[in-house]
């Protein structure tokens, strides 16, 4: 599957924005969609997962509670909605699918085959 991501930007610390997902694929419904992000300097980190037929979600721990990570399997989109934006979120992100993703599974790179190009986020302070 194809995988497109846009809506980055640049916010101020505690603003927010609003990062979308969207596949032409209709099996997109059947993916699991993974956020990764890569700072300069820095490995490639999970961020938020959502599973295609529960729509079991993880977070990373560092933005628990201020990021949401939610699916339409109509329009083919998944949004992460990133709340009370810090410095330390600045990063390109990437959108990733993968069919057949257990759950334990749902934070590990590794585990998802495509992958969209990456959105850069920059939070100034």
């Known amino acids: 599957v194809q995988l497109q991501a846009y809506g980055g930007g640049t916010a101020q610390a505690g603003g927010s924005l609003r990062l979308s997902c969207a596949a032409s694929?209709?099996?997109?419904?059947?993916?699991?969609i993974g956020w990764f992000r890569q700072a300069p300097g820095k490995e490639r980190e999970f961020v938020a997962a959502?599973?295609?037929?529960?729509?079991?979600?993880s977070y990373a721990e560092s933005v628990k509670g201020r990021f949401t990570i939610s699916r339409d399997n109509i329009k083919n989109t998944v949004w992460l909605q990133m709340n009370s934006l810090r410095p330390e979120d600045t990063a390109l992100y990437y959108c990733?699918?993968?069919?057949?993703?257990?759950?334990?599974?749902?934070?590990?790179?590794?585990?998802?085959?495509?992958w969209g190009q990456g959105t850069q986020v920059t939070v100034s302070s």
């Open positions: 694929d209709r099996t997109f419904r059947t993916y699991t």
């Open positions: 990733a699918a993968s069919q057949g993703v257990i759950i334990s599974a749902m934070r590990d790179s590794t585990s998802y085959r495509s």
């Open positions: 959502i599973r295609w037929n529960d729509r079991a979600t």
